[in-house]
């Protein structure tokens, strides 16, 4: 059987004198756990290179799913907002354009799509939602989401609705499901026709899905591919059940995204 072909959004990186290797080149990358993550479920990751947006789908137009992947914060512009804090947190337009055209092609196409940290946050945009630019400042009180030194050590306690498509796609929850926090920014409003099916102990969206149960589209906002592929501890949230069920989709399998009980 052929493997489906996973497209994964680019980071970007523009120019950096103080860069040893090509210093004054514009660059794109992805991380290698997410294309091992990928290709450990039975796909084949494709990166989608730094192309002006319509040449970007149409090397989506050759792939299967789509996968959005983390990296820089989403620009405010992109979700008009006005930047906060003198503009500290600037975002990425560039990548914001070539990403927004992605989901839009994929969801045109009827295309299982993933969004992970900045991809969930990314793909509520692309539905009309909007962000936090930053939880600190914004919302005074919160757990802390990001620390630098911790980086991806740093865990907190996540709820999945239980009656979620999301939860559905692990055969069994943890009885308290805790996942890595690497974020500082978050969803503030929903966009249409998503609904959030997750939340940390402080209210932050930790997942969305869309309402309609026909479309295999999730947003988590923790980063699964640097999660254990099955448990090795109580409460960890293993990465394996929803990279499967993200590729079985690309795949064709009808019961990768299964419908909600009750």
């Not at 500290?88 to 992970?116: Q, S, W």
Request: hydrophobic letters at 45%.
């Amino acid at each position: 059987m052929t493997a489906p072909r996973i497209a994964i959004s680019p980071n970007l990186m523009g120019p950096d004198r103080a860069r040893r290797f090509y210093p004054n080149k514009h660059l794109f990358y992805g991380e290698r756990s997410m294309a091992v993550a990928v290709h450990r479920a039975g796909g084949l990751p494709v990166l989608v290179p730094d192309l002006p947006a319509a040449a970007a789908c149409e090397v989506l137009a050759t792939c299967d799913g789509l996968l959005l992947a983390g990296g820089a914060d989403v620009a405010p512009s992109t979700y008009g907002a006005e930047p906060i804090l003198d503009g500290r947190f600037p975002g990425d337009p560039a990548r914001d354009r070539i990403e927004r055209a992605l989901v839009e092609a994929a969801l045109a196409r009827d295309m299982p799509v993933l969004g992970i940290c900045r991809g969930h946050q990314i793909l509520n945009v692309a539905f009309g939602g909007t962000l936090l630019q930053d939880i600190a400042v914004q919302r005074p009180g919160s757990l802390v989401h990001r620390d630098q030194t911790t980086y991806d050590r740093l865990h907190h306690g996540v709820h999945i609705d239980p009656e979620s498509r999301l939860a559905r796609l692990w055969q069994a929850l943890p009885p308290a499901p805790i996942v890595n926090s690497i974020h500082h920014q978050a969803i503030d409003r929903p966009g249409d026709g998503l609904r959030v099916v997750a939340t940390a102990e402080d209210g932050t969206i930790e997942a969305i899905e869309a309402i309609d149960p026909s479309r295999f589209v999730f947003g988590v906002q923790w980063h699964p591919e640097w999660m254990p592929w099955a448990p090795e501890a109580p409460n960890l949230l293993p990465a394996g059940p929803l990279f499967r069920a993200f590729v079985a989709a690309a795949r064709g399998d009808a019961t990768a995204a299964p419908t909600p009980t009750g």
